[in-house]
């Protein structure tokens, strides 16, 4: 699981100690994501499955996508689709994935990057593997999280911003126990390069074999951690979880996990995927690609999309040598 590391984390900035009136927010629920495909036939685990949506809000979606190492031939992507009302953030850890827009927007994704696209008023959009890789086969492992718009921004012109891994903002906890990487919004005053519409944080961490992670977290943003590899506890009440597995939390300041002193084999240790946000607190009408929030906006999005308002499929794919930036 390459992403974005150091050689030696003690170089990194450290999180503040916290003391003993630290609030550590307890599980609210413990719920296991369920495997299923999506696209042309990739595996995904549905990370958010049986979370109520007020427990999500502003996050409405959150796929992880493998971890698979595919043979010669078998890598698989999505076909042309159309979006409206959200933004779509896609974390590669492993592999490649080229993506293009309706728009003229594209680019490649890597280790450790993020290709962030707020679909705003709507736009077509496709994800696949490069070329070379469906004739060689090879690791594959990702994220793609949606997050909902509020009502002020779902018409917005589509933008992309193209975050590469080293841009993350890297931390670690006072002992060196764990690397932080600081994707989106705030963690102990520490500002990541990803631009939101709504407060949000969202952090890759790495919790090594026994360590502890003690998080400062926004007291009006939810909180989500989902665990990409590995075991360990959560939680003011230290609950069990493991690989594939979501915790939402209740009310304070600070989020705990500890890593279990002994992992897999093949798991070096406990992988987290950590998110966070101020609610919208918006009615929600989702169907599909889209995300408004009346029924009635959901059907003008339907007739904007067969009437060609959200753009055309062009003629030829992009050559993808890299992302393009924050494209308005």
């Known amino acids: 699981m390459p992403a974005i590391t150091v050689d030696d984390v003690l170089v990194l900035p450290r999180l503040p100690r916290l003391g003993e009136t630290a609030s550590y927010r307890p599980v609210r629920r413990l719920t296991t994501a369920p495997s299923g495909h999506e696209g042309e036939g990739f595996p995904v685990r549905r990370a958010f499955a049986g979370v109520p949506m007020h427990e999500l809000d502003p996050f409405l979606h959150l796929d992880q996508m493998g971890e698979v190492d595919y043979a010669p031939g078998e890598p698989k992507g999505t076909s042309w689709h159309p979006h409206r009302g959200f933004e779509t953030v896609t974390y590669m850890i492993d592999g490649i994935m080229d993506h293009q827009d309706s728009q003229g927007g ?117 909180a989500l951690v989902y665990v990409l590899a590995g075991r360990g506890t959560v939680g003011a009440d230290r609950r069990p979880f493991h690989t594939g597995q979501l915790a939402t939390h209740g009310p304070g300041d600070a989020l705990r996990v500890t890593a279990d002193a002994k992992q897999d084999s093949n798991t070096p240790a406990l992988e987290l995927y950590v998110m966070g946000g101020q609610p919208i607190r918006e009615p929600v009408a989702h169907y599909g690609p889209f995300v408004m929030n009346t029924r009635d906006e959901l059907i003008q999005a339907f007739d904007d999309f067969q009437a060609g308002l959200l753009g055309v499929v062009p003629a030829e794919r992009l050559p993808h040598t890299g992302g393009q930036g924050d494209r308005p």
């Not at 890789?133 to 090879?138: H, I, K, Q, R, Y």
């Not at 705030?186 to 360590?211: D, F, Y």
């Open 106 to 222: 594209g680019g490649t994704i890597t280790d450790g990057d993020t290709q962030w696209m707020t679909a705003g008023s709507g736009l077509l959009h496709i994800e696949a593997p490069p070329e070379h890789l469906v004739a060689s086969g090879g690791l594959f492992h990702g994220l793609q999280l949606w997050v909902n718009l509020p009502k002020v921004a779902k018409m917005m012109p589509p933008r992309y911003q193209d975050i590469r891994g080293r841009e993350s903002v890297l931390l670690t906890t006072p002992d060196g126990g764990a690397l932080i990487r600081v994707i989106a919004g705030e963690v102990a005053g520490h500002r990541g390069p990803g631009s939101t519409h709504t407060p949000i944080s969202i952090a890759h961490v790495t919790v090594q074999p026994g360590a502890e992670l003690s998080l400062p977290w926004q007291p009006d943003f939810n």
